[in-house]
């Protein structure tokens, strides 16, 4: 079992940034696959970023490429998500995900067993 906790939410300007991190319970072992996803309000979960297992390979949702920065600290088994130039679309609850696998197929929410608790993060216009 592995237990995923997001910090780094809150309240922002547009144009401003954050940092999210997540940090994974499980040390032996460690998960694999870190990804980020978010859930606006009366909108479906969509994929934001996702990271392999080396941190060679990373995936970027169109809407954030060149805007944010998914990385990680395999010492410390904590993803980051780096959030710069954040817009009021931006808005949303933040989940971390993780799997163990390294199948590809990044952006698909179904492929990932384990999630956070969610963060908010609000962009103010």
């Known amino acids: 079992q592995v237990q995923l906790v997001e910090s780094g939410g809150g309240l922002v300007q547009a144009g401003g940034s954050l940092r999210l991190s997540c940090a994974a319970s499980?040390?032996?072992?460690?998960?694999?696959?870190r990804g980020w996803f978010r859930q606006a309000p009366g909108k479906e979960r969509e994929v934001v970023a996702a990271i392999s297992g080396s941190g060679g390979t990373t995936y970027y949702a169109d809407s954030v490429k060149g805007r944010f920065t998914i990385s990680r600290d395999n010492a410390k088994n904590t993803v980051y998500l780096q959030m710069n130039s954040l817009k009021p679309e931006d808005t949303a609850v933040y989940y971390c995900?993780?799997?163990?696998?390294?199948?590809?197929?990044?952006?698909?929410?179904?492929?990932?067993?384990?999630w956070g608790q969610g963060t908010q993060v609000t962009v103010s216009s």
């Open positions: 995900a993780a799997r163990f696998d390294n199948l590809g197929s990044y952006y698909r929410e179904n492929m990932y067993p384990y």
């Open positions: 499980r040390r032996t072992f460690s998960p694999v696959v």
